[in-house]
């Protein structure tokens, strides 16, 4: 379960934060500005410690998926300093640190978990009405794999060509497409997102074990 806060106000704003992100990009060329970045969809995992927040953000623009893995920390990540896109005022959690999710090594491995063992993103958990309640996410991620997770599973490296961002850790190679290709094959380990507001199954990540 994902627990979020419901109503709560945020500084940036997550379309604010992704057409942040896209500015700096060497490969979108349109103007977010001229054209504003609608509400993303979205899908989350849970960090066992309970101290990371992980979202995959999903934007339609202009008749394509762009896609953003974040996490949001409480405190800053040592030494990604790269990575960090944004601070965020949360009206229920007070500042919190928004990076890539592509440096983060919780959300790597969090993906990686996912492909290897072929588990599901996580449900929401809010509170209603005096209850704790679950709803799902816009898009249900989930791997393609059915074995062990592999270890042991440490981040050495992650860069970006163009759209992709390839993560190169002691257990294999993690590739993140961030401009998404509905005719882009799933393999036996692959990270995949469908939805009724997306029409059709998109690759959101592939491992290369190695």
């Keep these: 379960?994902?627990?979020?806060?419901?109503g709560a106000t945020l500084s940036p704003s997550k379309p604010e934060i992704v057409g942040q992100w896209l500015a700096a990009t060497d490969w979108f060329h349109a103007d977010p500005e001229a054209d504003p970045i609608a509400p993303p969809l979205a899908y989350r995992f849970d960090d066992p410690a309970g101290k990371v927040g992980?979202?995959?953000?999903?934007v339609p623009y202009g008749g394509r998926y762009i896609q953003l893995p974040l996490t949001y920390r409480e405190a800053p990540l040592a030494g990604a300093d790269e990575w960090l896109l944004t601070t965020m005022e949360h009206s229920a959690l007070g500042r919190r640190w928004v990076y890539d999710g592509v440096g983060d090594p919780v959300l790597v491995t969090a993906?990686?978990?996912?492909?290897?063992?072929?588990?599901?993103?996580?449900i929401l958990?809010?509170?209603?009405?005096?209850?704790?309640r679950t709803?799902?996410?816009s898009v249900h991620a989930h791997g393609t794999g059915s074995g062990p997770m592999p270890t042991p599973l440490d981040v050495v490296s992650a860069e970006r060509t163009?759209?992709?961002s390839t993560v190169h850790t002691t257990a294999g190679v993690l590739r993140i497409p961030h401009l998404l290709d509905p005719a882009a094959?799933?393999?036996?380990?692959s990270l995949v997102g469908d939805g009724d507001a997306l029409g059709s199954t998109l690759l959101l990540a592939e491992f290369i074990p190695g």
């Design 125 to 132: 958990e809010f509170d209603a009405e005096d209850e704790r």
């Design 54 to 58: 992980i979202e995959g953000l999903i």
């Design 111 to 122: 993906f990686i978990s996912s492909i290897a063992g072929g588990t599901s993103s996580a």
């Design 1 to 6: 379960m994902a627990f979020v806060h419901r």
């Design 135 to 137: 709803a799902p996410t």
């Design 185 to 189: 094959p799933a393999s036996s380990a």
């Design 162 to 164: 163009a759209s992709v």
